[in-house]
C-alpha cells in the first residue's frame, strides 16, 4: 500500500506493516520529513528502484543499553533515502526493486525502552544526507485502514515488562489511526514524545475529553500540537500513551493492568 508521496516518489509498504510519521523525539517526525515502520519480518525497500550507496556502522545515544546502529543510503530517484535502525543484509552497489529485503530490524541505543523494532525513513538531497534536519517533507496518504474508538474504553489485549496495549472496547468506522477528531486522524506519543499531529488543519482539537491547542501547520496538511496534559488511564497517572497508523491498538506506557482489563483513558489539564 501507499502510505506517502515525497518528492514525486511513492513510498509503498506491506499491509501488514504499521507506522507512525510523528510518533517519535527524533527531528525529522516533528517537521514531517520521516516515518518509522514496524515490520512484521524483515525491513523492506519501500520505492520502485534504487541502489546502495552507503552503508555504516554508528554510535548512538544511551536511551537502552545498546551503542551501535546503522546508517544505509539507498540513491533512488535523483535522491537518497536515509535508512536507521536496520542491519543490512544488501552491499553497497546493489540494485533494488520495491519489496526487496534490506535487513533485519535491531534495537538502537535511539530508542526509548518502549520502542518496538522499526526501519526509519528520510528522503533527502544526496549532497545533505546524514543530518537530523533537512529532510524533504512527507505527504501522507489518509488510508481507512483501522477501526476507531468510540468513547474511551479500552481493554488490556497484551502485557509486557515495557508496555500495554489497548483495544478500543466500542468501534465504529475506519480510519488511519484508531483516534480521530472530526472524522480526522490523530497520532503521536502523548505526552512522553512531547508533541502529536492531527492531519488536517484545525487550530484545536479534542483527544479523549481535552481540548488542545494547535500549534503549526505544516505544508502538507498536518497540523502539530504540544502534548502539555496528562493521561489518565482509570484515573491513575501513566507515562504515556501511543497512536500509530494502521495499529488497531493503542500503547499504553506504564499503568498496573493486567490483560483483561478495562480501561478507561482520559487526559488531564495542560501542564504549564
Given amino acids: 500500500m501507499m502510505i506517502a508521496h515525497v518528492e514525486g516518489l511513492e513510498l509503498e509498504i506491506p499491509k501488514d506493516a504499521w507506522f507512525s510519521f510523528f510518533n517519535s523525539p527524533y527531528p ?9 515502520v514496524y515490520f512484521p519480518d524483515k525491513a523492506l525497500f519501500p520505492l520502485e528502484e534504487g541502489r546502495v550507496a552507503e552503508i555504516r556502522k554508528i554510535r548512538t545515544p544511551r536511551h537502552v543499553p545498546v551503542r551501535e546502529d546503522y546508517l544505509i543510503i539507498i540513491e533512488a530517484g535523483g535522491f537518497c533515502l536515509k535508512v536507521l535502525h536496520v542491519m543490512p543484509s544488501v552491499r553497497t552497489g546493489e540494485k533494488l526493486a520495491l519489496y526487496d529485503e534490506i535487513g533485519s530490524l535491531i534495537v538502537s541505543g535511539f530508542f526509548s525502552p518502549w520502542s518496538d523494532r522499526h526501519a526509519h525513513f528520510e528522503l533527502r538531497d544526496c549532497g545533505d544526507r546524514y543530518r537530523a534536519k533537512g529532510g524533504f517533507l512527507m ?72 481540548k488542545v491547542p494547535v500549534d503549526k501547520s505544516l505544508p502538507n496538511g498536518t497540523g502539530l500540537f ?15 500513551a501511543g497512536i500509530y497508523c494502521n495499529q488497531e491498538r493503542i500503547k499504553l506506557i506504564g499503568g498496573n493492568f493486567e490483560e483483561g482489563d478495562v480501561v478507561e483513558v482520559k487526559l488531564g489539564k495542560l501542564i504549564s
Fill in 28 to 36: 525529522g517526525h516533528r517537521l514531517g520529513t520521516a516515518v518509522d
Fill in 139 to 210: 505527504h501522507p496518504e489518509i488510508l481507512k485502514l483501522v477501526p476507531v474508538v468510540r468513547g474511551n474504553e479500552f481493554e488490556v489485549v497484551e502485557k509486557n515488562s515495557r508496555y500495554l496495549w489497548l483495544k478500543p472496547v466500542r468501534r465504529g468506522g475506519r480510519n488511519l489511526t484508531p483516534v480521530e477528531f472530526r472524522g480526522i486522524p490523530v497520532e503521536g506519543g502523548l505526552p512522553h514524545y512531547h508533541h502529536g499531529a492531527v492531519f488536517g488543519h484545525f487550530e484545536e482539537v479534542e483527544i479523549f475529553g481535552l
Fill in 226 to 240: 504540544e502534548a502539555r496534559f496528562r493521561v489518565l488511564a482509570n484515573g491513575q497517572e501513566v507515562r504515556g
